[in-house]
């Protein structure tokens, strides 16, 4: 046993590594000149230390807060949208009993199945219908449900103790009344772990705000970052500072909601 612990750390420890050595080169050039990055040589610590790429981004480049505050709004948005309406959503699939909802359920697991690249023309002509290209709306309700965090959030108010749900109503409160204000705060777990991969779906996207979004100043952080690289030239030191600064948000997000996120899975796993 203490061989085979032994050889899992191991695996870990080297794991670790080979994940991180990526993060730490970026994270490195991103205080290098231009010409540092591009000389070929591998080295972690900066020979010219330098905090102009920084500089150019924030004050230099004049759209990049702009980048970054539409990011901002659509990420945390979308989140709480999926929050709500999964979330409401799964507890109907678990609790409720009305016709149809098997038939719904199988509909849900079939979405599931399907490539969001399949999805990706007939999504962009019902938004120019609608005239929501080039927008906010056309970013946010599109993603504000999603199939697998339903089916998610179904998974573990299945497992949610009825006994509570029926103390409730013994007391007066209604259905709705007691999934706000019993099951929803004790679904703490869930909603972390969901609010975690919703987050870094919206916040890394750069697939959908490249077919809907085409004016600059309504580009998201990916999208922006995309304009750094010409076709005869990459400025990879203002690449590497933008996705630094693209990255913290979601290290922040990770770190305020780790304590519910392993609680979660276990709990939606059929625990």
Known sequence: MRIGKALLYTILVLYAIVTMIPFLWALSSSFKTLEEIVSGSIRFIPENFTLDNYKQIFIEQELFPRWFMNSVIIAVTVTILNL???????????????????????????????????????????????????????MIVPAMINATFIFMMRQFFINFPKELEEAAALDGLSRIGTFFRIVLPLARPALAAQAIF??????????????????????????????????????????????????????????????????????????
Do not use: C, E
Not at 111 to 134: D, E, F, S
Not at 249 to 268: D, Q
């Open 84 to 138: 709500m309406f999964n979330s409401m959503a799964g507890y109907a699939l678990a609790r409720l009993h009305f016709r149809g909802k098997q038939t719904i359920f199988m509909i849900i697991l079939a979405v599931l199945m399907i490539p969001a690249q399949v999805t990706m023309i007939p999504n962009y002509l019902i938004l120019k219908q609608l005239g929501w290209l080039n927008s906010y709306q056309g």
């Open 198 to 271: 919703v987050f870094m779906g919206s916040w890394n996207d750069f697939m959908r705000p490249l077919i809907i979004l085409s004016d600059p100043n309504l580009f998201t952080l990916p999208l922006g970052l995309n304009s750094f690289k010409g076709q005869y030239i990459s400025y990879w030191n203002y690449i590497m500072a933008a996705s630094m600064v693209f990255t913290m948000p979601v290290l922040l997000i990770y770190a305020f909601f780790n304590r519910y996120f392993i609680k979660g899975i276990s709990f939606t796993g059929g625990k």
